[in-house]
T-cell receptor, first 110, second 116 residues
Framework: GENVEQHPSTLSVQEGDSAVIKCTYSDSASNYFPWYKQELGKGPQLIIDIRSNVGEKKDQRIAVTLNKTAKHFSLHITETQPEDSAVYFCAASLAQKVTFGIGTKLQVIP | GAVVSQHPSWVICKSGTSVKIECRSLDFQATTMFWYRQFPKQSLMLMATSNEGSKATYEQGVEKDKFLINHASLTLSTLTVTSAHPEDSSFYIC????????????FGPGTRLTVL
């Protein structure tokens, strides 16, 4: 089955700096790569996604890149704000079945 | 985006009792829903796939007789934890794919189960 590795597990950045989270996946058939933000005691919330036929996608301060050949994808958050502090999960999906990475706890220091 | 709700948001029960958790898609129909379990500071682990009108599909290592799933309608799936034990204490989350968005899935807010 699919295996998703994510790093770093924790990340602290100063407010206004950028944060980058990287993931790799094992199943080349996976074709959808969502990123979720999870706040304490809540369910995951989709923040951005990318499909396998696209290399990069941006939504305001958030961008995601995908390298299908290397089976790498990354999340970039620019101009970080304290409210960005949360746990972020990458995931790889095929036919609606989602495999999550281990999660990255992002702390934005004011 | 589409909305998925769960009820209850938290529940405390005694060891040996059964607990039912509901997952509803509020503004769309879902022939398939997914149930995940998340232990503290860990990732979400898929437990089972709930299929409307047919049996659920369980992931390896998940006891189907302990975690009963019923997909009663196109908007409701239930997970019943039978004969709960303290090790079943966890955060249970459901998700439903939104057909308008290919693979896109929406997650419920989760249910915190504590078994005493």
């Amino acid at each position: 089955g699919e295996n998703v590795e994510q790093h770093p597990s924790t990340l602290s950045v100063q407010e206004g700096d950028s944060a980058v989270i990287k993931c790799t996946y094992s199943d080349s058939a996976s074709n959808y790569f969502p990123w979720y933000k999870q706040e304490l005691g809540k369910g995951p919330q989709l923040i951005i996604d990318i499909r396998s036929n696209v290399g990069e996608k941006k939504d305001q301060r958030i961008a995601v890149t995908l390298n299908k050949t290397a089976k790498h994808f990354s999340l970039h958050i620019t101009e970080t704000q304290p409210e960005d502090s949360a746990v972020y999960f990458c995931a790889a999906s095929l036919a609606q079945k989602v495999t999550f990475g281990i999660g990255t706890k992002l702390q934005v220091i004011p | 985006g589409a909305v998925v709700s769960q009820h209850p948001s938290w529940v405390i029960c005694k060891s040996g009792t059964s607990v039912k958790i509901e997952c509803r898609s509020l503004d769309f129909q879902a022939t398939t829903m997914f149930w995940y379990r998340q232990f503290p500071k860990q990732s979400l682990m898929l437990m089972a796939t709930s299929n409307e009108g047919s049996k659920a599909t369980y992931e390896q290592g998940v006891e189907k007789d302990k975690f009963l799933i019923n997909h009663a309608s196109l908007t409701l799936s239930t997970l019943t934890v039978t004969s709960a034990h303290p090790e079943d204490s966890s955060f249970y989350i459901c998700s439903a794919p939104w057909n308008g968005g290919a693979n896109e899935q929406f997650f419920g807010p989760g249910t915190r189960l504590t078994v005493l």
